[in-house]
């Protein structure tokens, strides 16, 4: 148990969130202590102090330790809090012998500082030293997010993110559930004779995003979930044809379809998305390791996912993604090596490399707990091999996010070739255009012109998105009513 006293409220979300990077395996209790009385009855502790002209950061152990403060010289809270956060970071990094790639970033995806600092004059010079001195993020870190926002500016720079918009459509159905995911899914086994259902709200619901879009064109449609293919070939064609049918579809840069799970691809199926005009798949194995796909419910073999790159290249996809997660239970260096090897052969288009996030809505954090023998581990040699076996595959890194309690406090990273950028991933990170999100457990997001940005969710259970359908209506009809404000 690390004990942390504070003597202002309000900020235990960010105190929390710092010390939990450093601590991803302790337990936390933060405590609220008035000025002028001490922080006792615990042998050693961590005491942040804020007052109107500076704040500090101690560790006391025995009555001895370790001091960080900082002068305030701005009533601004917002550098009240990066000053608070520096100065927990410098003791807590002197206590703990470790340092953090991202720093004190915990709570801002990385690419937007540089992004908004290049759009306002900035080279590259003044945005390593202003990422070094405000939050403390690593020299590789701050080159990562740079060239990445960089790239962005390119790709996006000929799209419209004012007044044009994107959509997404949820299929939250899946073979089986994987131990990591805390995605809405429900095995489809379950669920087979509600699909015609669900598909007819989300008919529903494309109908009302055209009324809202009238005469606009969707710049990037994504359909996720859950896994899509999961769905039979008909259920595909009608789905894909209805928003073909409903849409101008005239302007549409990139259609893309997570086909994720290797054991719902068929060659029905990929021949009906390749008919319907999808341009991108997604083929996620996670892993080239047998051992861990059985360990984290995935219910098919590395052979599995041979099969469904070669029956995708043979339906004419030239527009492949794969994801991997390093941090995978019980994987090391040599497993994720094995993983690159293996996807050197497949030659994907695009690579994903997402760091384990382990959250509480998944199962996880308790098989762990459970099993002592298998750690969730990742290293810098590990992010290191992915990231350069996506370089020896000619790809590039375009976009990038964060999650909390990633282990080892890294990342996730997607890395495509030339001309297969996923431009749909770099609009909802950047949040620069209005996402339309259907289906269950779906968040739309609008962002107006003067850069404020509004959400509405759909519920996530799929009985009820189907039973409270018509509240899913007004919600996004409130949200995108008025578009041209």
């Known amino acids: 148990m690390i004990h942390i006293f504070v003597n202002r409220e309000k900020l235990e979300y960010d105190i929390y ?28 502790f961590y005491d942040v102090k804020l007052s109107s002209s500076k704040v500090s950061c101690s560790y006391v152990c025995d009555g001895v330790g370790v001091k960080k403060e900082e002068g305030l010289h701005s009533p601004d809270k917002g550098a009240l809090k990066d000053a608070m956060k520096r100065c927990i970071y410098l003791c807590v990094s002197e206590v703990s012998g470790k340092s953090l790639p991202w720093g004190t970033l915990t709570g801002i995806r990385p690419a937007k500082i540089p992004m908004l600092m290049i759009s306002e004059g900035s080279d590259d010079e003044e945005i390593r030293k202003y990422m070094k001195y405000r939050y403390l993020v690593s020299d590789e870190k701050i080159g990562l997010s740079t060239q990445i926002a960089h790239r962005e500016r390119e790709i996006l720079k000929d799209i419209d993110v004012k007044d044009g918009y994107s959509l997404y459509m949820g299929i939250p159905f899946c073979p089986t559930t994987c131990l990591y995911c805390s995605f809405t899914s429900y095995p489809i086994s379950v669920w087979k004779d509600k699909v015609d259902d669900y598909i007819g709200c989300l008919k529903r619901e494309i109908d009302l995003v055209c009324e809202l879009y009238k005469g ?47 054991d719902s691809i068929t060659g029905e199926k990929l021949a009906a998305l390749k008919e319907m005009g999808v341009s991108r798949i997604s083929i996620n194995p996670q892993t080239m390791n047998d051992e861990t796909l059985r360990v984290i419910g995935r219910r098919h073999t590395t052979e599995d996912i041979r099969k469904a790159f070669a029956l995708s290249r043979d339906a004419g996809f030239d527009n492949i993604n794969t994801d991997i997660i390093l941090g995978l239970p019980g994987e090391d260096l040599s497993h994720v090596q094995h993983t690159m090897d293996e996807l050197m052969l497949l030659k994907p288009d695009s690579i994903t490399i ?11 954090a308790e098989y762990l707990k459970e099993h002592d023998e298998l750690k969730s581990i990742n290293t810098p040699d590990m992010l290191k091999c992915a990231s350069e076996g996506a370089g020896k595959l000619n790809m590039v890194p375009y976009y990038m996010y964060r999650q909390k309690n990633m282990t080892g406090n890294y990342e996730n990273v997607g890395y495509a070739r030339e001309g297969c950028f996923g431009i749909y991933n770099i609009l909802i990170m950047e949040e620069v255009q209005s996402i339309v999100a ?26 009820l998105y ?17 578009l041209n404000t």
């Open 354 to 364: 997402h760091s384990m996030a382990i959250k509480r809505a998944a199962g996880m």
């Open 438 to 463: 259907c289906g269950a457990g779906t968040v739309s997001k609008r962002v107006h012109k003067n850069g404020l940005i509004e959400r509405c969710d759909n519920v996530k259970d799929v009985s």
């Open 466 to 482: 189907m039973e409270r359908l018509n509240e899913m209506l007004d919600r996004k009809r409130k949200l995108f009513s008025s």
């Open 216 to 262: 606009r064109s969707p710049d990037t449609i994504y359909i996720g979930g859950g896994t899509p293919t999961t769905l039979d070939p008909d259920k595909l064609r009608d789905l894909i044809g209805y928003l073909r049918n409903t849409f101008d579809l005239s302007g549409l840069l990139e259609f893309t379809v997570e086909a994720g799970r290797p």
């Open 17 to 44: 969130a710092l010390f939990k990077a450093f601590y991803p395996e302790e337990e936390l209790n933060i405590e609220l202590v008035e000025d002028g009385k001490e922080s006792t009855g615990v042998p050693s």
